[in-house]
């Protein structure tokens, strides 16, 4: 589970009336509320899942870090496991691993010139360029106050940008990335910001490599230099941003130029998504998909005198793994689908869902084909016969076949607005916004306050480990929900995409 936007504002809105409505009559002519399964079943279930959570998240996977050992260990268990199970490779027909390549920009030698002052790289200036060594030359400056209209829509492409760090706080600095501007040069008066980006700049995350050829040269300036830089333009870093803001829309663009140079510092990282493809009975008939990411944050989730700064992510998210490959040996074991069945370990969730995004700009199997799919993100929470949820729900043509489903194997479904706030944070997000039914069944993002509990605990901490005693009671209900729904999908009697 990627990290979410923080303080964000809570909505809580039931809109479950009718379909528990439509649930309680189900449940009353089935005359049964219990899961129709042999308890032997479930007991062989839930050891092979720990089984899994206790292999990946040990230290051996060196908390699964794309890139590194322990993820190429990963991505070969998981590899081996749906060899083992029969199924066939899904990225190409000769290979399981679908390459993923990825970026992480560090900052770079750079220097700046604004009429006869320099400014360079070192203390007072963080300077950082894109995929490529960066130079602009004679440049005009177009400066945005704090609350500038839109001002990244197009409004840059080829030019440099002013901003204040206000800015990055509202939510805009992602915008501003994507603006095509040639570089942005931010100016803080705050010696505690500028500490705060500067670490942030300099420990970048992860991302595409594909997507990262247009970003802009980043130049940080310390609050001393943020005052020089303003001052031959406006007197003072005050007057600077008042002088934008009484523009119009709040964007100044200015007669001054800046050159600069930046020298380019990208590592690359090689991950992969690893795919299998069970090929369905009746071909041409689209295909469904289960995911769950297999990466984890590394070996570095404490400070560096700490003991233990493992990131083992048992529950986030060798435990969506684990559920994830019982669904595709027990639906293997028992002849397949109608539909092609695919089942998909996504790296890089963490750091944004690049390897979901990956496969959403180049997929190996045609979007439009896909009938539904179903992330498996951090499931180890919640009890045996705890309700079910969606995330997702609303948004797809699956909710009506996922409600008979869960009525028919006695589950009991609980959908709130609140549950919803998680839509953008998971990897089914890279499919939903592309049209394609991606919807995180599962009874762990409905219990609020167990989940509440790891998230405010051992969630992203050395803490999420295994254990004798971790709860994976709802985590083997979703193994055979998720068996029923892929059933009920993969079927093309009993779904029919386009027929409400
Ligand atoms: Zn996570």
């Given at each position: 589970?990627?990290?979410?936007?923080?303080?964000?504002?809570?909505?809580?809105?039931?809109?479950?009336?009718?379909?528990?409505?439509?649930?309680?009559a189900a449940l009353a002519l089935a005359g049964c509320a219990s899961v129709a399964r042999a308890p032997d079943e479930f007991a062989t279930a839930k050891a092979a899942l720990a089984q899994h959570i206790q292999i990946l998240a040990s230290a051996e996977y060196a908390g699964r870090e794309p890139g590194t050992e322990g993820g190429r260990k990963t991505q070969a268990y998981i590899?081996?496991?749906?060899?083992?199970?029969?199924?066939?490779?899904?990225?190409?027909?000769?290979?399981?691993?679908?390459?993923?390549?990825?970026?992480?920009?560090?900052?770079?030698?750079?220097?700046?010139a604004l009429g006869d002052r320099t400014f360079v790289s070192g203390e007072?200036?963080?300077?950082?360029?894109?995929?490529?060594?960066?130079?602009?030359?004679?440049?005009?400056?177009?400066?945005?106050?704090?609350?500038?209209?839109?001002?990244?829509?197009?409004?840059?492409?080829?030019?440099?940008?002013?901003?204040?760090?206000?800015?990055?706080?509202?939510?805009?600095?992602?915008?501003?990335?994507?603006?095509?501007?040639?570089?942005?040069?931010?100016?803080?008066?705050?010696?505690d910001i500028f500490a705060e980006f500067s670490r942030g700049v300099a420990s970048d995350r992860l991302r595409l490599a594909a997507q990262s050829n247009r970003l802009p040269a980043l130049v940080l300036l310390a609050p001393e230099e943020s005052r020089r830089f303003a001052a031959p333009l406006a007197g003072s870093l005050d007057g600077l941003r008042q002088e934008a803001a009484r523009r119009e829309a709040g964007s100044w663009r200015m007669r001054n130029t800046i050159s600069l140079?930046?020298?380019?510092?990208?590592?690359?990282?090689?991950?992969?998504?690893?795919?299998?493809?069970?090929?369905?009975?009746?071909?041409?008939?689209g295909a469904v998909l289960v995911l769950a990411h297999?990466?984890?944050?590394?070996?570095?989730?404490?400070?560096?005198?700490?003991?233990?700064?493992?990131?083992?992510?048992?529950?986030?998210?060798?435990?969506?793994?684990?559920?994830m490959l019982e669904v595709a040996r027990r639906l293997a074991a028992s002849g397949g689908l109608d539909r092609d069945l695919y089942i998909m370990a996504?790296?890089?969730?963490?750091?944004?869902?690049?390897?979901?995004?990956?496969?959403?700009?180049?997929?190996?199997?045609?979007?439009?084909?896909?009938?539904?799919?179903?992330?498996?993100?951090?499931?180890?929470?919640?009890?045996?016969?705890?309700?079910?949820?969606?995330?997702?729900?609303?948004?797809?043509?699956?909710?009506?076949?996922?409600?008979?489903?869960?009525a028919k194997i006695g589950g009991q479904l609980d959908v709130q607005e609140d549950h919803q706030r998680f839509v953008r944070r998971q990897d089914g997000w890279a499919l939903l916004s592309r049209d394609v039914p991606a919807v995180l069944v599962s009874t762990s993002f409905g219990d609020e306050e167990t989940l509440g509990a790891f998230l405010s605990g051992p969630y992203h901490g050395p803490g999420d480990e295994w254990r004798e005693t971790l709860e994976l009671g709802g985590a083997t209900d979703d193994i055979f929900t998720h068996i029923a729904l892929l059933e009920h999908f993969g079927s093309v009697e009993a779904y029919r995409p386009g027929e409400r």
């Open positions: 589970m990627a990290v979410g936007q923080r303080n964000r504002g809570r909505i809580r809105m039931i809109i479950r009336t009718r379909f528990a409505l439509a649930i309680a590899t081996g496991a749906l060899t083992a199970y029969g199924y066939a490779p899904g990225a190409s027909d000769e290979s399981f691993a679908q390459p993923v390549d990825l970026v992480r920009l560090a900052p770079g030698e750079g220097k700046m007072g200036a963080l300077m950082r360029a894109g995929m490529a060594d960066a130079a602009v030359v004679n440049s005009r400056l177009t400066v945005f106050a704090p609350d500038a209209k839109k001002p990244f829509e197009g409004a840059l492409r080829g030019r440099v940008a002013v901003i204040f760090s206000d800015m990055l706080y509202s939510g805009d600095a992602n915008a501003l990335l994507q603006s095509r501007a040639e570089a942005v040069i931010i100016l803080t008066d705050d010696r140079e930046v020298k380019a510092d990208a590592s690359r990282v090689e991950s992969a998504n690893i795919i299998g493809k069970l090929p369905g009975r009746v071909p041409g008939s297999w990466d984890h944050l590394g070996d570095a989730c404490a400070p560096s005198d700490a003991a233990d700064r493992l990131c083992n992510g048992a529950v986030d998210n060798a435990s969506g793994i684990g559920v996504t790296t890089a969730e963490e750091s944004g869902l690049l390897g979901a995004e990956a496969f959403a700009l180049d997929p190996p199997v045609p979007l439009p084909t896909i009938v539904a799919a179903f992330n498996i993100d951090t499931v180890a929470i919640a009890k045996r016969g705890a309700p079910t949820t969606v995330i997702g729900w609303g948004r797809t043509p699956l909710d009506k076949g996922i409600a008979a489903v869960i």
